[in-house]
């Protein structure tokens, strides 16, 4: 099992199971196999509507916000994804009819990006699908666990956010 063999392979580095550097570095890897995974099974029902896991996500992010509606800055944020790309990916979504650009309410020299009904329906129509197929990577964690889960993952995000702020040092 993939499992097995990282903590074999990190053993090897950094020496006992319960030395700090060998945990860190097992989730670490362990994070990146978990979201490299979970990808893959979304972008493969993503694929069947033209769509890819980022601009799904924008999609996702556009339905869910208030009066599904958000700049494009914002979407960057939240999607982690550069200007160049958000400018590409809201370009196709453009193109598709799924999103439009319109003028902020607050500042008219500003775009936002808005989901259309057609963007609405087609989230609707792909989120079933996509629970069905990423739904068994999480169907043996209970329901005490998931919440666990969840407040340990967004405690991780806010020191990821935190730790990407503070300067870098020379190596």
């Given at each position: 099992m993939?499992?097995?063999?990282?903590e074999?392979?990190?053993?090897?580095?950094h020496?006992?199971?319960?030395?700090?550097?060998?945990?860190?570095?097992?989730?670490?890897r362990?994070?990146v196999?978990?979201?490299?995974?979970?990808?893959?099974?979304?972008?493969?029902v993503?694929?069947?509507?033209?769509?890819?896991?980022?601009?799904?996500s924008?999609?996702?992010?556009?339905h869910?916000?208030?009066n599904?509606a958000?700049?494009?800055?914002?979407?960057?944020?939240?999607?982690?994804?550069?200007?160049?790309?958000?400018?590409?990916?809201?370009?196709?979504?453009?193109?598709?009819?799924?999103?439009?650009?319109?003028?902020s309410?607050?500042d008219r020299?500003?775009?936002?990006?808005?989901?259309?009904?057609?963007?609405?329906?087609?989230?609707?129509?792909?989120?079933?699908?996509?629970f069905?197929?990423v739904g068994?990577?999480?169907?043996?964690?209970s329901?005490?666990?998931?919440?666990?889960?969840?407040?340990m993952?967004?405690?991780?995000?806010?020191?990821?956010?935190?730790a990407?702020?503070?300067?870098?040092?020379a190596a």
């Open positions: 993939l499992c097995e063999q990282l074999e392979f990190l053993r090897r580095i020496g006992k199971d319960d030395s700090a550097r060998y945990q860190m570095a097992l989730m670490f362990l994070y196999h978990i979201v490299k995974g979970l990808t893959e099974m979304s972008a493969e993503l694929r069947e509507f033209d769509l890819t896991p980022v601009s799904f924008v999609l996702m992010m556009l869910g916000s208030t599904h958000l700049n494009p800055s914002l979407a960057c944020e939240v999607t982690g994804e550069s200007r160049a790309n958000m400018t590409r990916i809201g370009d196709d979504l453009l193109a598709r009819g799924l999103i439009e650009r319109l003028p309410a607050e020299r500003r775009l936002v990006l808005s989901i259309t009904t057609a963007g609405v329906r087609l989230v609707q129509k792909i989120l079933p699908r996509l069905d197929r068994p990577a999480f169907a043996d964690l329901a005490a666990e998931t919440k666990t889960m969840l407040a993952l967004k405690r991780q995000l806010r020191a990821v956010e935190d990407r702020r503070l300067p870098r040092q």
